[in-house]
């Protein structure tokens, strides 16, 4: 995976985003208290996150040791491998500690809690100086752990803070070969394969995944590292130290139009997907042409038989037509 010391955020946004491959970013949170009280223990670390604790309950998820420690799905994908509860801060940290003690304890973690809500005041004392302030950071605590592969619909900025996290990539054209499940029945609100760990797959039940991950590039974070992820890049990201790793993270995606956020990529997806899904195969292969055309294609010179003006939405879209054609697609699809 490519690699950079010393990045600012010019060299950020016109080098790394630009280019949609991951990078590491070495020793780009360096210089947080987070990153040092992580150096200094587990105890001392929770001792500090205490400190800022508001109070308020985050979502905790536990499973049983099992060899991969992934959260993932249970063997007939009729469920999932954990549980799931809303805990204070206090009572979780009081958790890892005891678990700490334990030769092969449960896998135990805080996922994606937002940062302003639960610990108030750590963002601003450890700020990301590669992004403006108004993206809110999310933090991730736990003992040893794997996410298995899924995909995010937005740029993301993974800050190592204390422990250590190997993250493999992917690009979004290994979908065919990641046995994905279904994108509304997931682990998480992401996409995310049935494999519990790429790197442990039985090459019997899932063959395809060696292919995949000759496709693959592997980076092993420590304290004070961070790591760009592009949209839709997949990721499994395993936190190996065996009591703490802290992660805070920052996804983020530019105005769709003036006032309105881009969060239709998802929606458009399972839209799709129900829309087409009863058609036969030449219908099908009809549909995926078309898309490849307006959705995919038609930009550029390929737009010069239309004058500007007269684009429509192959053109500019304000935020005025942007409201009426969500309008419009409401009314289609309440239709009866």
């Known amino acids: 995976m490519k690699q950079v010391h010393g990045i600012t955020r010019e060299c950020f946004e016109r080098d790394v985003v630009p280019a949609y491959e991951p990078v590491v970013m070495r020793g780009a949170v360096g210089h947080w208290p987070l990153v040092a009280q992580g150096r200094a223990g587990l105890e001392p670390c929770l001792q500090y996150l205490l400190g800022f604790d508001g109070g308020q309950p985050v979502d905790a998820v536990l499973a049983k040791p099992e060899p991969t420690r992934a959260f993932s799905y249970r063997p007939g994908l009729d469920g999932f491998n954990f549980m799931r509860d809303k805990r204070p801060f206090g009572a979780l940290f009081e958790q890892l500690w005891r678990y700490s003690h334990f030769p092969e304890p449960p896998s135990l973690a805080v996922q994606s809690a937002l940062v302003s809500e639960a610990l108030p005041g750590l963002a601003q004392t450890n700020a990301l100086p590669l992004l403006d302030t108004a993206v809110p950071p999310r933090i991730w605590i736990g003992?040893?752990?794997?996410?298995?592969?899924?995909?995010?619909?937005?740029?993301n900025i993974a800050c190592v803070a204390a422990g250590r996290r190997r993250f493999?990539?992917?690009?979004?054209?290994?979908?065919?070969?990641?046995?994905?499940?279904?994108?509304?029945?997931?682990?998480?609100?992401?996409?995310?394969?049935?494999?519990?760990?790429?790197?442990?797959?039985?090459?019997?039940?899932?063959?395809?995944v060696s292919e995949a991950l000759a496709r693959a590039v592997v980076a092993e974070l420590e304290p004070g590292d961070a790591i760009y992820i592009p949209p839709l890049w997949f990721h499994q990201v395993e936190a190996l130290a065996p009591h703490l790793n802290i992660l805070m993270n920052y996804w983020w995606r530019p105005l769709a139009a003036p006032g309105r956020p881009d969060d239709l990529h998802l929606a458009a997806l399972r839209l799709a997907m129900l829309a087409l899904r009863h058609l036969p195969d030449g219908e099908r292969e009809g549909w995926q042409a078309l898309f490849g055309h307006y959705v995919f294609g038609a930009r550029g010179e390929g737009l010069a038989h239309i004058p500007p003006a007269q684009r429509h939405l192959?053109?500019?879209?304000?935020?005025?037509?942007?409201?009426?054609?969500?309008?419009?697609?409401?009314?289609?699809?309440t239709q009866t």
Not at 143 to 155: E, I, L, Q
């Open 143 to 155: 003992n040893r752990a794997t996410v298995p592969a899924h995909f995010d619909d937005s740029h």
């Open 168 to 208: 493999t990539l992917l690009p979004p054209q290994c979908a065919p070969l990641l046995y994905l499940g279904p994108p509304d029945h997931a682990p998480t609100p992401a996409p995310m394969s049935i494999v519990p760990d790429l790197h442990r797959a039985d090459p019997a039940q899932f063959p395809l």
């Open 314 to 333: 192959f053109g500019a879209i304000d935020a005025e037509r942007d409201a009426a054609l969500r309008r419009e697609l409401i009314g289609m699809l």
